[in-house]
């Protein structure tokens, strides 16, 4: 899970702001080194498959939008394990809530809306 925290983390960093260099600001943030950032992002490239932004002969270590929606994943799986974790939680809720969400998302990749659009974006 921690992989794909880092991952979570780097798309945050570059989702808006578009920031050059997401790892030295990451790297500032938990003092890890870059070479642990780029171990992390090969991992998750080894098991799920490229979740990086294409470079010219080198890794940019720049989430793609695949990227960033395996870290934004991460996220939310965290944040339920926490929330889990807590002992004043309310355990038949947190079921309740997580069984709705997984039946919102089906339906809805059932229905094909997270398919590409076949027609371009009207801007």
């Not at 965290?78 to 339906?107: F, G, K, S, V, Y």
């Not at 809306?113 to 027609?119: A, I, L, Q, V, Y």
């Amino acid at each position: 899970m921690g992989d794909l925290l880092v991952l979570a983390r780097l798309g945050a960093l570059v989702h808006g702001d578009e920031k050059l260099f997401p790892t030295a600001e990451l790297k500032h943030e938990t003092e890890a080194s870059n070479t642990r950032i780029r171990n992390a992002m090969i991992r998750i490239a080894e098991v799920l498959g490229p979740v990086e932004v294409e470079g010219k002969q080198r890794r940019t270590q720049r989430p793609s939008a695949k990227g960033r929606n395996i870290g934004g994943a991460a996220v939310l799986a965290n944040m339920l394990i926490e929330i889990a974790q807590e002992e004043q939680t309310d355990h038949d809720r947190l079921r309740h809530e997580i069984a709705q969400l997984i039946d919102r998302l089906e339906n809805m990749r059932k229905a094909g809306s997270f398919r590409k659009s076949r027609t371009p974006p009207r801007f």
